[in-house]
């Protein structure tokens, strides 16, 4: 019955996580669509704006937030989270989910504390928090290539190049997001000072601390739409059965992240929740691969495995995807 | 529980549609995937072959039919269905859905009759059969395109232009599936002449006798994987008000096919059973647009819906699914 | 010696069209670039701007209008060339070809008249006119598929599909550009009502004065950048080989238009000023397909092969042009 | 008069750089193209299987070799050269350029030693040479990204990932090169063991001879068929105005390298014989970015441009080329 299922608000519902969140909690089994807000859409269906959801919904966006509203999704620009906050009085009984970077580094917003939403690094504090900030896409896939390494006090520098798709600068129109300039083509950006290092590094710490913030990370730009590849480069010592022993065991109790035992590719995980990871190792160097879909287990899909873990229902809940494949 | 749900099992599973016929399987909540046979890739890990598949499946390809099985879908190349029921004893408890082309106008195998399934047209057959042949790809499209005018006696020539992506074309490899050949090219292939052109006629002709096999298809390669959209030009007296409403008459009550009131885009329908139909008049031209996701509602989804009609399930059962959208 | 060399400059340089006219100049034999002009990029560096032309030319772009041109290629938006005529004395002895549709349907300016460019019908006109109206890209790619049944008289109803690159529609920002929209999609637009066809049909008339401008055309937005790839159905008596034969007379003397024996891909002319046309015959009806690069055979490069034509050069001059065709 | 000019061969003239090689030799002005050999496809129309060049020559795929040739083209799968030369006899004065791997480590050929055909690094030995091993795709853009490190002794560590086009992995069809799997998809293959280290390790040491080898390289495969671009991190102390003006400097003679003062995107190059350099710095660390058209620049292109310099022509000549850009 609807009346037992979770009440669901998206603040921010016309951009690309917004929509791809909505897309989750209309299949989601445990949950209802309460309101969608949208300032620059309000009134207007939603499928008209999210036109893949025509015949799925016959909600219109909101400006307004329900005061009976179990959980809220912020699906906004960053310092937008923040500022929403100030100016509108959420109920405390609300729990809040936000998938800016407002929040990813301690921030507060008046009395509420938010939890760094990796489940596979905080899944305990997930369940019991009442506000959730939403790691990004680049740190999940980074962090997760990484995690175990931290826990084994193992990391130093760190190499790292990784390729994101268009969703990933949302959706307003810029030259890099131009069709004809964007096809075929390749190109880097924010050079080793991508604003996700300060999460990484945030998080490397909070297992292994004496971490140097030594990630050189070099951001493309891809020439598609969806979907986040990382390979890190590592120096180690220890051999690659121990590695993946020890990457097994950290993600033994993951719902969606693997390690797989051949090299993985970006659409084996496209349209999924999942994040698959691959080990190599050449002379005193490890390489580790990741791969995530940059609007899911980057954002909107993490957010609810994070509501899952938050309202006690089953972690996979509404995530069982269809991967597109081809 | 598993011992009340449906056995399926799939022949021919390491290909495009045996393997979008098992992403579907594994999360529909009324069935349990039985076996997957294979002749290539006997013993070898689905997962293996299907590699998005890694951590939602254990199951190895077998070469042999189990006989407690529910339904069976035949995912094979077209000839290979007829060869494979005359050497294999099916049960009679069996259903079968065959997705190849082999029993679509008319053909039996033994004392089996297939039931051409498309349900937009033949739902209560679809229901009562034992067995059903799955309608072609570019079939769906066009003929979802035109049933309505079909039924109206209103069809004469028609002009029909669709284009497919690369996996209508199937696993092999071909020059024109090679990525540096097919990547930003476009072409036409079997003009006028492709073998579907069979039963659009014959279903046509099931709502309008006289129709003359009028038919001109221009088929096109895109340059994209996933999805087929159509543009067919009728001349036709009727306004485009009356038309819409036909339209919107003969599709009230399907599950999957809607008429949109604006233009629709191919991926409005990429990763889901939907098919979009968007009707535009000039003059005394009507255009008609359609577009589904060839491996979905053009073969694996229709799979799968005409099972749950012939087991009595909600419709839309385990096709729910999110679009790729973006 | 630059001395001897055509004075070219450039109208409205910022744009696609305006680029690729000066990519073609720069590495043309008998031509100078004296100037390129843009109202929104003044004083900036053409490499800026266009970047692929870094190390290839010093130019800054200007706000004015050398008098010293020999001739000037106006690659305005449609009605900015009939407004920049009106509002700028264009010394009487600079030639001028518009790229624009300001004056293909016989339009003057002030006392200029214009030949509509198409080389394979106008070709004795184009080398003794002093002003040219370049044709429209699909007009180009539907005209050259017709012209020869025209010429015969053999034109009734014509159902054409062209689908598009993004360069089409230009550099500005729209949904419809947008990478994450564009990628893997297909959608039409102007259904029968595109702009092209009103020249598309007075160029038919000029051969075949009777014609009912009975063209049904269904334009696509295509996910590639260049080309355009068109197929037209008609219905005629006249057996293939006959076809071929008018088809090739009628192209005997074309510098750029070639009928292709076997099916054509668009890649074939990807970077290219030819056009292919393949012909295919099923019972009573014809199936021309042509392919043109959109920026060059339908609209810088053919501008070229105009200026060529004009100043008595080779018809190739300077469009020798290496394919990109992977 | 073609009696003057250069007859040129081509051995392998159905694959990539076969085709390549000949689209650039066929609008060469001081080369005519004695013969195209293919052993696979003898007796066949060149444009039969090039079908972008329908029109542009009537060349017939010949099974030998012609002792009146100036220049042979080697355009065969690695390995095979070295077998194609003791097979066949050829005559002391026709000069050879290798495009395969087999001579660019110093290996010689009965009497032929080699030159490695890098023009940035060994202008006056090609000039002089009478055989050129051709530099791989991805050496040529590492060794270019490096170069000016390496003579001024400042290389240690190098982290390089790179990613490359499909036109790369060479015509053979393979899962990877499969439109349904390639399209959109990301994948790493050959981590830190990928074959062109041997030559780039031996072309950094000809300038700085204690280099360690110590390139970990991490080559990706890209979903788009043109092109190659890389980022290199290199921990260095010099400041980037020094390293830019260190750049500068070695490229200043440079015909076709470029060092850019914003940053690069691939579509710059592609369809060009150019490699453009961008130079980051932050902190203690240098990223250099550098692209190539893998065919030209990287294969191709450098071919004939080594050829230029080996016969005294303009180094440019033949390879002012209109690049693709959108």
């Known amino acids: 019955m609807a009346a037992n299922k979770i009440k669901a608000g998206i603040i921010g519902g016309a951009g690309y996580t917004g929509g791809e969140t909505l897309r989750l909690l209309l299949s989601h089994p445990?949950?209802?669509v309460h309101f969608v807000q949208s300032r620059s859409q309000i009134g207007k269906k939603v499928s008209d704006i999210h036109k893949d959801l025509?015949?799925?919904t016959q909600l219109l966006f909101t400006d307004t937030v329900d005061d009976e509203t179990d959980v809220l999704f912020l699906c906004l620009g960053h310092g937008e989270s923040k500022l929403f906050l100030n100016e509108n009085a959420i109920s405390s009984s609300t729990r809040i989910i936000d998938l800016?970077?407002?929040f990813r580094l301690g921030e507060k917003s008046n009395d509420r504390t938010f939890v760094y939403g990796l489940p596979e690094l905080h899944k305990s504090a997930i369940r019991k928090s009442q506000n959730i900030a939403n790691p990004g896409c680049f740190a999940?896939?980074?962090?997760l290539?990484?995690?175990p390494l931290a826990q084994a006090g193992l990391l130093k520098d760190v190499n790292t190049t990784g390729i994101t798709g268009s969703t990933g600068a949302g959706?307003?129109?810029?030259?890099t997001t131009h069709f004809s300039w964007?096809?075929?083509?390749?190109s880097a950006y924010k050079t080793l000072t991508h604003q996700h290092l300060r999460e990484i590094n945030n998080t490397i710490k909070h297992l292994q601390p004496g971490f140097g913030d030594s990630i050189y990370f070099v951001p493309w730009r891809g020439d598609f739409t969806r979907g986040i590849f990382v390979s890190s480069v590592i120096r180690i010592e220890a051999d690659l059965t121990e590695l993946n022993k020890l990457y097994q065991d950290f993600y033994s109790g993951a719902a969606f992240t693997l390690v797989s035992d051949s090299m993985i590719d970006l659409k084996q995980v496209i349209n999924t929740n999942k994040c698959l990871i691959y080990l190599e190792k050449e002379g005193d160097r490890l390489v580790v691969h990741s791969a995530i879909d940059n609007l899911l287990k980057g954002a909107s899909g993490q957010a609810i495995?994070?509501?899952n873990l938050m309202f006690g229902l089953d972690e996979k809940s509404g995530l069982r995807l269809k991967s597109t494949v081809y």
């Open 54 to 56: 025509l015949g799925d």
């Open 100 to 102: 800016s970077q407002d």
């Open 145 to 147: 290539g990484l995690l």
């Open 182 to 186: 964007r096809t075929n083509n390749i």
């Open 30 to 32: 445990d949950v209802v």
């Open 171 to 175: 959706q307003k129109s810029q030259e």
């Open 305 to 307: 495995q994070n509501m």
């Open 140 to 143: 999940t896939a980074i962090e």
